[in-house]
């Protein structure tokens, strides 16, 4: 990366996990893909299940390749040739396992956390899940609440909606087309949107801010 990138994340991550730690949101910087990996698995104990939100973020740190491989019950709702009823069993599972694993699709200097669901696991997830990780790259900062909604609307789901394929407005345009996208003759994407603004109960919630470019 850059070096003046490089200067420009570390600020502005410095400011987001100082303000998360002051929502009550356990806050770490790891610099590498790698120093993740090792972190997330500091957090998580051998033995343990753990419940899983889509994340590309989550594919390029390889958590999920160290988790199959490891000694853990991985609530899996990727797994190839699920079908639809499976993928939902496991995906309710997840959501009360031990660990809930997350990316998130913005976070914002002020530490909320944005983030925009399709079927709601993600959210139960984050918001009532007994321990969970979230791991967001630094590109995902923002300066406030708003422009979060927007960058997800207008860059993650879009992105999203191109790689799975999905039935969408975005899908052909690349930007949200709110007032058009309903269901059925849509899949839309963005059925919930959940923002964190702070956790109640010491330890429930770690954010791994990531100094790399992650996700979408
Ligand atoms: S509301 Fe629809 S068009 Fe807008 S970002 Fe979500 S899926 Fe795409």
């Known amino acids: 990366m850059d070096k003046n990138k490089v200067w420009y ?3 502005l991550s410095a400011k987001v996990l100082q303000s998360l730690k002051g929502n009550n949101i356990e806050a770490f910087y790891c610099k590498t893909g790698k120093e993740t990996r090792e972190k997330i698995l500091s ?6 299940s753990v419940g899983l939100a889509g994340s590309v973020t989550l594919k390029e740190v ?3 390749d160290e988790l199959m491989k490891g000694n853990y019950k991985l609530y899996n709702q990727y797994l190839p040739d699920l079908s639809k009823e499976e993928s939902l069993k496991i995906r309710r599972e997840g959501v ?4 809930f694993l997350s990316g998130t699709n913005a976070v914002t200097l002020n530490g909320e956390l944005v983030n925009i669901s399709g079927m709601g696991n993600k959210i139960a ?3 009532y899940g007994k321990k969970v990780v979230i791991v967001c790259g630094v590109n ?5 609440i708003k422009e979060g909604i927007d960058r997800t609307r207008n860059l ?3 992105m999203n909606a191109k790689r799975l394929d999905f039935n969408t407005p975005c899908r052909e345009t690349g930007f949200c087309d709110y007032g058009l996208c309903r269901a059925p003759e849509f899949d839309r994407m963005c059925n919930q949107l959940l923002i964190i603004e ?5 330890g429930r919630v770690t954010m791994i801010l990531v100094g790399e470019e992650l996700g979408f």
């Open 9 to 11: 994340y570390e600020k």
């Open 43 to 48: 957090l998580i104990p051998e033995g343990a």
């Open 62 to 64: 390889g958590i999920l």
């Open 96 to 99: 009360s396992a031990g660990y």
């Open 125 to 127: 997830g984050l918001c």
């Open 140 to 144: 995902k900062i923002v300066k406030d």
């Open 156 to 158: 993650s789901t879009p």
């Open 198 to 202: 702070g956790e109640r109960e010491k």
